[in-house]
């Protein structure tokens, strides 16, 4: 069973740059989509963008001009640096491995993240 | 617009029966991409409940069964128990945000 780890800096200042690291193992970090979610005190899920293992990404349009998800596979690691951070940023951040369904078709139906980490609170303050 | 709709909260007795419905648009659910559900315990990160609509991942009891059709979906849980006290948050694939969006989340409270 993969297993995920987050981790970096619990105390951001504002307008500097929040940076995750979200190790793999168990598993390799190959053939798959990783991602990042966080969730707002009190609030619910909103997901930041995935990274495929080659290094493709898609991003939450809200948050696209500010984020940047990398992977490195010879570490079976990926991270997340998102810029410009307020307090509107403070959040669990959780990384987790994003699984697509597609038929034989090509069709795509979508994905879901199937393996979490345990999520690490990021705090936006002076 | 790119949302799916959850009820807050929902509640029921220990071996009831409870749904928690999701409703989407043209964007998600109405065309066709699939619904998933996770539950989450406050405090812990959450847990892949339900995928590919009506699908339980390997651990998950057959308590909980998931349906979709056109842009609704629900999540079913027989039996209810204590444990089963947590949020539940249904996701699909948006194609106005080519990504993945997260329904508001519903607080299930076991009476």
């Known amino acids: 069973q993969v297993q995920l780890q987050e981790s970096g800096p619990g105390l951001v200042k504002p307008s500097e740059t929040l940076s995750l690291t979200c190790t793999v193992s168990?598993?390799?970090?190959?053939?798959?989509?990783w991602g990042w979610i966080r969730q707002s005190p009190g609030k619910g899920l909103e997901c930041i963008g995935y990274?495929?293992?080659?290094?493709?990404?898609n991003y939450n349009p809200s948050l696209k001009s500010r984020v940047t998800i990398s992977v490195d596979t010879s570490k079976n690691l990926f991270s997340l640096k998102l810029n410009s951070v307020t307090a509107a940023d403070t959040a669990v951040y959780y990384c987790?491995?994003?699984?697509?369904?597609?038929?034989?078709?090509?069709?795509?139906?979508?994905?879901?993240?199937?393996?979490w980490g345990q999520g690490t609170l990021v705090t936006v303050s002076s | 617009q790119s949302v799916l709709t959850q009820p807050p909260s929902v509640s029921g007795a220990p071996g009831q029966r409870v749904t928690i419905s999701c409703t989407g648009s043209?964007?998600?659910?109405?065309?066709?991409?699939?619904i998933h559900w996770y539950q989450q315990v406050p405090g812990t990160a959450p847990k892949l409940l339900i995928y590919?609509?009506?699908n339980r991942p390997s651990g998950v009891p057959d308590r909980f069964s998931g349906s979709k059709s056109g842009t609704s979906a629900s999540l079913a849980i027989t039996g209810l128990q204590a444990e089963d006290e947590a949020d539940y948050y249904c996701?699909?694939?948006?194609?106005?945000?080519?990504?993945?969006?997260f329904g508001g989340g519903t607080k299930l409270t076991v009476l």
């Open positions: 043209s964007s998600n659910t109405g065309s066709g991409y699939d």
């Open positions: 990274v495929y293992y080659t290094g493709i990404t």
């Open positions: 168990g598993g390799s970090i190959s053939n798959y989509y």
């Open positions: 987790a491995r994003h699984l697509d369904h597609y038929e034989g078709s090509g069709y795509y139906y979508g994905g879901w993240f199937d393996s």
């Open positions: 590919g609509n009506n």
């Open positions: 996701q699909s694939y948006d194609s106005s945000l080519s990504g993945s969006l």
